[in-house]
């Protein structure tokens, strides 16, 4: 089958993400000549050359200074062009918040079909199926479209591997956007204050909840997280308090994390925080309450403080990586 990998951007820059659904895209596809990847943004041509190697021979650019910021508009003409340029079967991204806005917009444009924010996916004739956490994470849903139209799906991140494949060699196609009419504009996109990977992208987090009791005691959390390289999370109950930004909430109205390891302190573990994080590969659980829900889904369990054990923590670990 034939399939075209939307590349995602921030601040110029290829996200890691992308290459997960190169990767996933190049397994669909079969062989480079049926997979193309597709680029929007200004100066986007000039990244195409870091595409090579994974799996794609056709990279199509649609390089412009009117692209410099994301518009639903822009964007989503910009990869129709390239969607009637390559004729794929299947357009594939990854469910970030830019995947979230612009694949259903896609699908209803083209007539397609749409599978999102899928945590397994195979071919399926000429078209997909697929596995889909539903309703908080409390299901998986198996989800398929039958190939008869044009399908769009995106893909969870953290959850697939990003791996080379392919001899290196790409042709760069320009494609170009249409012109924006007006009636969107962007105006700014402001980012988080965090020099940290973005929750979403982040393979340890370390999470404070309710139990943290002010915004200056998440200090214990960072200097742990600058130890071991995480990216500090919280809870609702933690941003609602106001102890923390809204950026770094994790859970069903907060993002959905997949980490490598997740360090929950404080938390009880209720289904909408669970719903964001539960697919986490380690999640450590630090709780006063032996009964705490989130002892349930967690690889390891440490009751006690976490005054006294994250600091115990930071410590150890302070001594194994130095
Ligand atoms: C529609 C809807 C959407 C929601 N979306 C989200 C969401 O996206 N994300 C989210 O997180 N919540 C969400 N919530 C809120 C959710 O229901 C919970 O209220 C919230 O997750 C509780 O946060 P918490 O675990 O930090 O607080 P609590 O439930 O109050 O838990 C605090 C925990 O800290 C422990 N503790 C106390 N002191 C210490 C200490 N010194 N050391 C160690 N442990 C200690 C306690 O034993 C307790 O288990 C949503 C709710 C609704 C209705």
């Given amino acids: 089958m034939k399939v075209l990998v939307f590349i995602e951007l921030r601040d110029g820059k290829i996200k890691s993400s992308a290459h997960e659904a190169l990767t996933v ?16 943004g200004q100066a986007s041509a000039g990244l195409a050359g870091q595409l090579a190697g994974w799996g794609a021979d056709t990279i199509y650019a649609a390089d412009s ?10 964007f989503s003409g910009a990869v129709e062009a390239a969607i009637k340029a390559f004729s794929p079967n299947v357009v594939l991204g990854v469910a970030s918040p830019m995947g979230r806005d612009l694949f259903p917009r896609l699908a209803a444009r083209m007539n397609g079909a749409i599978l999102t924010d899928l945590t397994a996916i195979e071919a399926s004739g000429n078209g997909i199926s697929g596995t889909k956490p539903m309703y908080s ?7 398929a479209t039958d190939g008869s139209v044009i399908s ?20 760069v196609t320009p494609v170009s956007a249409p012109a924006a009419d007006g009636k969107i504009k962007t105006i700014e996109i402001r980012k988080g204050k965090s020099a940290k990977p973005d929750l979403t992208e982040a393979s340890v987090i370390i999470s404070g909840g309710r139990a943290m009791g002010n915004a200056d005691n998440f200090k214990v959390l960072v200097e742990c997280a600058d130890v071991i390289g995480a990216t500090v999370g919280a809870s609702r109950a933690a941003v609602d308090s106001g102890y923390a930004s809204h950026e770094m ?23 909408q925080h669970m719903a964001g994080m539960r697919t986490s590969k380690i999640i450590v659980a630090v709780n006063t309450d032996k009964e705490a829900p989130i002892f349930g889904i967690a690889s390891y369990g440490i009751v006690g403080d976490l005054f006294q054990v994250v600091p115990l923590l930071t410590q150890k670990f302070k001594a194994l990586l130095k």
């Fill in 249 to 271: 909430q994790v859970g069903q109205t907060g993002k959905t994390v997949n980490p490598n390891l997740y360090i929950a302190c404080g938390i009880s573990g209720s289904i």
């Fill in 65 to 74: 200074t009117d692209l410099a910021l994301y518009n639903i508009q822009t």
């Fill in 152 to 171: 769009f799906a995106t893909i969870r991140q953290n959850v697939f591997p990003a791996n080379k494949s392919g001899n290196g060699n790409a042709t």
């Fill in 25 to 40: 895209g190049a397994k669909l596809a079969g062989g480079a000549a049926n997979l193309a990847a597709v680029l929007v």
């Fill in 137 to 143: 994470g409390k299901c998986l849903a198996e989800v």
